[in-house]
Structure formats: C-alpha cells, structure tokens
C-alpha cells in the first residue's frame, strides 16, 4: 500500500517569501500525482496535477515537480500572499488500480 | 458544469438512525469515489465506482456502510445504524479515466451524530 507523507504539518512564512511544500511517498511506480489546496470548512481544490511521466507543472505563481527515483513531490510557491493560507495536500495514484493516496497535509499561514 | 454535487451540506443526527448522503458527479465522469475525512485519520478512501460498477470497497469500515450508484448520475452512500464515531466530513469525487486527468472534489457532507 502506498504510504504518503508531507513534512512539515504547519509552516508560517512571511507574505512575499518563496516557499516548497514536500510530498513523499513509498511506491515509485505511481499513476500520477496530485496536489490540492483545502481552505477551512471547505472541498479540495485542485491546483496541479503530473502524470507519471512528467517531471513538473506550472501554473501560475505555482510550480510542481516530480522525482520518482526519490519518492518526492514538491510545491514551489512563488511570492506568497496571505490568500495562498490554506491546507495543501497531495494524492499519490496507484498504477492499474485508480486509487488515490492522500498525504495528511502541510497548513500554511501567510502573514501579512 | 456545476462541479460534483453533493447533498445534504450538514446533517446532524442521533445514533441508531439511517444516514443517507447523495452524490452528484461531474457529467461524462468515468471514476466515483467516496471519501471520509476527520482530524485524526485525514483524508480515506471508503469505496470507488468505474462507470457505476463497484470496483474496490476494501476501505469501507464496516457493514452498517453501503454505497449504490444505480446510473451514471448520482450515487448514495449509506449507513445504518449510525455511531458517533461516524461523525465525519465525507466527499464524494469524480474523475476521466487516464492519468492526466485530474479528481474533482465535491463540497462535502458534514455529518454529526449525536
């Protein structure tokens, strides 16, 4: 079973820093990869997704990456606004099986 | 396209009483999943459908849980008798088979029972 983890849990950061959010996760053989944002009392959104034979995504400020070999995803976000304060989270696909694994998610504030 | 669909938003019942929450899915959508999210265990996968077929149900807790999907619109996912420890936020998903195809959440169904 594939086993998802993103470190850290909270992360508070100043408005216009530049900041990753990491995704690892166990099975490299995945399906694809996909990052999402959750705002308080609210559904997932999703922002980015990379298929298993790419190697990033870009939309906006945000920049997706994946690294199969290591097990890695990473969220690069650019110039960061208090409205990017939210909880991201990423889901690993599982090959031939379309289950999707999520990780518990990274809590970021933005501050002003 | 309204997105996935879901309703009741909240629902608060007692225990013992049958819960029933709806789904509707993104139209065109091959894959449905359901999903329960709660602080201690984030985000699971309860049950998934391809094209109104149960495919694998292996994260559904326990019997009092059933999920039906009885055309390619609209799907239920019930539970009875409800505990408190059902108490829960649950989604409900849908997606395009393939794997550039992104999973489209629904605003979720938050349920107490009391």
């Known amino acids: 079973k594939q086993e998802v983890t993103q470190i850290p849990a909270a992360l508070s950061v100043p408005e216009g820093e530049n900041l990753v959010l990491n995704c690892s996760f166990t099975d490299s053989a995945i399906y694809n990869l996909q990052w999402f944002r959750q705002d308080p009392g609210k559904g997932l959104t999703s922002l980015l997704l990379i298929q298993s034979s790419q190697r990033e995504q870009t939309s906006g400020r945000l920049n997706a990456s994946l690294d199969k070999s290591s097990g890695r995803s990473t969220l690069y976000i650019a110039a960061s606004q208090p409205g990017d304060s939210a909880t991201y989270l990423c889901?690993?696909?599982?090959?031939?099986?379309?289950?999707?694994?999520f990780g518990s998610g990274t809590k970021l504030n933005v501050k002003p | 396209d309204a997105g996935v669909i879901q309703s009741p938003r909240h629902e608060v019942t007692e225990m013992g009483q049958e819960v029933t929450l709806r789904c509707k899915p993104i139209?065109?959508?091959?894959?449905l999943f359901w999903y329960r999210q709660t602080m201690m265990r984030g985000l699971e996968l309860l049950i998934y459908?391809?094209?109104?077929?149960?495919?694998?149900d292996s994260g559904m807790p326990e019997d009092r849980f059933s999920a039906k999907m009885p055309n390619a619109s609209f799907s239920t996912l019930k539970i009875q008798p409800s505990e408190p420890r059902d108490s829960a936020v649950y989604f409900c998903?849908?997606?395009?088979?393939?794997?550039?195809?992104?999973?489209?959440f629904g605003p979720g169904t938050r349920l107490t029972v009391l």
């Open positions: 889901a690993a696909g599982e090959y031939n099986f379309n289950k999707f694994y």
């Open positions: 139209s065109g959508h091959d894959y």
């Open positions: 459908f391809n094209n109104n077929v149960p495919i694998d």
């Open positions: 998903a849908s997606r395009i088979a393939g794997p550039g195809h992104e999973q489209f």
